[in-house]
């Protein structure tokens, strides 16, 4: 029988619900504004906080773009743009 890793053993551990989410890398910004990617096995409590930083400023990145394309996608319904329209098209109906 062959022996988990120690990401395995952390995955199953951490449990099923985020172990599975659990990165084999992290990647986090140095002092120097440097991206660095490390294996999760030899990262220190603090990169992994880093990692968690740079991760909260990603999501927030895409939550913001989500929700300007969904702003967007309801004042093309608004103006009663149809599904199989341009982006150009929609400006010009929703910028008049």
């Given at each position: 029988m062959k022996t988990p890793?120690?990401?395995?053993?952390?995955?199953k551990k951490i449990g099923s619900v985020y172990g599975d989410s659990l990165?084999?890398?992290?990647?986090?910004q140095d002092r120097a504004g440097d991206i660095i990617?490390?294996?999760l096995v030899e990262a220190t409590l603090d990169e992994i906080a880093f990692a968690m930083q740079l991760l909260q400023a990603e999501s927030s990145a895409i939550h913001a773009r989500r929700g300007a394309l969904e702003r967007l996608y309801n004042l093309a319904r608004e103006h009663r743009c149809l599904g199989s329209d341009s982006v150009a098209v929609i400006a010009e109906e929703v910028t008049k």
């Amino acid at each position: 029988m062959k022996t988990p890793t120690l990401h395995q053993a952390l995955q199953k551990k951490i449990g099923s619900v985020y172990g599975d989410s659990l990165p084999a890398t992290i990647k986090f910004q140095d002092r120097a504004g440097d991206i660095i990617e490390k294996d999760l096995v030899e990262a220190t409590l603090d990169e992994i906080a880093f990692a968690m930083q740079l991760l909260q400023a990603e999501s927030s990145a895409i939550h913001a773009r989500r929700g300007a394309l969904e702003r967007l996608y309801n004042l093309a319904r608004e103006h009663r743009c149809l599904g199989s329209d341009s982006v150009a098209v929609i400006a010009e109906e929703v910028t008049k």
